[in-house]
């Protein structure tokens, strides 16, 4: 079974600081996509970036980029220059087929 | 651009009752995912559904059911409401199922059910 880990319950930068939120995974497929979300307390669940496993080129995404390596099992997200509006829970997810599996959530607040 | 419609955005509910809720997908999107949110909780799968047939199946209880209509909108029927049933439901949508999908997954804002 595919399990999704997220190591920092929670975390605060200041404002225009770059933070790292880590994820790592656990899976037995080769093809799969890896995702962030980030939920804001609106509690809107909105796609931040993407990543195709077979691609080895991480993606990027504005000031959103992730450091995807795929042997270690890793997928973690770069936020760069880090505005008040990163405030949110960010949630890495895992998707084979039709589902998709969520880590448990980093807090994430960018203090002024 | 049209994104997923969940209705209604916050339904209360006592214990032992019943709950409809509903999702209408991104035009031409024809997979349908639910997923139950508790408080301060990570979203759990509960179903999914492509071209109106089940597809997949999660954590959902017995007492749940749901179906995706020819017009591809889904319900999501509850029945004996329990207090811990009390979450953030969220509906996604995506272009097809499995491995030839869509990779993103679009979700709406969620139905706040709180049962008293």
């Known amino acids: 079974a595919q399990t999704v880990t997220q190591s920092q319950p929670e975390m605060s930068v200041q404002e225009a600081e770059t933070v790292t939120l880590s994820c790592t995974y656990d899976t037995s497929e080769s093809n799969y996509y890896l995702f962030w979300y980030k939920q804001p307390p609106s509690r809107q669940m909105i796609l931040v970036i993407r990543?195709?496993?077979?691609?080895?080129q991480n993606a990027t995404e504005n000031r959103f980029s992730v450091n995807f390596q795929k042997a270690a099992k890793s997928f973690s997200l770069k936020i760069s220059d880090s505005q008040l509006g990163d405030t949110a829970m960010y949630f890495c997810?895992?998707?084979?087929?039709?589902?998709?599996?969520f880590g448990k959530g980093t807090r994430l607040h960018i203090l002024p | 651009a049209a994104g997923v419609i969940q209705s209604p955005r916050h339904l209360i509910k006592e214990k032992r009752e019943t709950a409809t809720l509903k999702c209408y997908p991104i035009?031409?999107?024809?997979?349908v995912y639910w997923y139950q949110q508790g408080p301060g909780q990570d979203p759990q799968f509960l179903i999914s559904?492509?071209?109106?047939?089940?597809?997949d199946k999660g954590s959902i209880p017995d007492r749940f059911s749901a179906q995706q209509f020819s017009d591809y909108h889904s319900e999501l029927n509850m029945s004996s409401l329990e207090l811990g049933d009390s979450a953030l439901y969220f509906c996604?949508?995506?272009?097809?199922?499995?491995?030839?999908?869509?990779?993103?997954?679009?979700f709406g804002s969620g139905t706040q059910l709180s049962v008293l």
């Open positions: 035009p031409r999107h024809d997979t």
């Open positions: 997810a895992f998707r084979r087929d039709d589902k998709i599996i």
């Open positions: 559904f492509y071209e109106k047939m089940q597809s």
């Open positions: 990543q195709e496993a077979y691609k080895q």
């Open positions: 996604a949508s995506s272009s097809g199922p499995g491995r030839w999908a869509n990779e993103k997954l679009f």
